[in-house]
Nanobody, 120 residues
Framework: QVQLVESGGGLVQAGGSLRLSCAASGRTFNRDAMGWFRQAPGKEREFVGAISWGGGRTRYVDPVKDRFTISRDNTKNTVYLRMNSLKPEDTAIYYC?????????????WGQGTQVTVSS
């Protein structure tokens, strides 16, 4: 069993930055790949990116590539999503997820989500 708790969401102006955190407990964190997803109003949840269990590999979907960065600190059981140059279309609830497989990322556990709102 894994518990995931996101934090760091909020309201930001377009062009601004936010860093989301996801604290994990339960299963051995440093054996899990971690992923971020988002769900905008009226849309399905979509994959944003993932990081391998050791942190050496990351991958992103094209709309966020070069703007978002995923990192992790296995000593703190925490994964981060740094979001720069935010756009109104990045507005969504952001979820972190844990899974045993990095590529393709297959989530086994989900956090409760944190709201990110980008104003124009």
């Amino acid at each position: 069993q894994v518990q995931l708790v996101e934090s760091g969401g909020g309201l930001v102006q377009a062009g601004g930055s936010l860093r989301l955190s996801c604290a994990a407990s339960g299963r051995t964190f440093n054996r899990d790949a971690m992923g971020w997803f988002r769900q905008a109003p009226g849309k399905e949840r979509e994959f944003v990116g993932a990081i391998s269990w050791g942190g050496g590999r990351t991958r992103y979907v094209d709309p966020v590539k070069d703007r978002f960065t995923i990192s992790r600190d296995n000593t703190k059981n925490t994964v981060y999503l740094r979001m720069n140059s935010l756009k109104p279309e990045d507005t969504a609830i952001y979820y972190c997820a844990a899974g045993r497989r990095y590529d393709p990322f297959e989530p086994d556990y989900w956090g409760q989500g944190t709201q990110v709102t980008v104003s124009s």
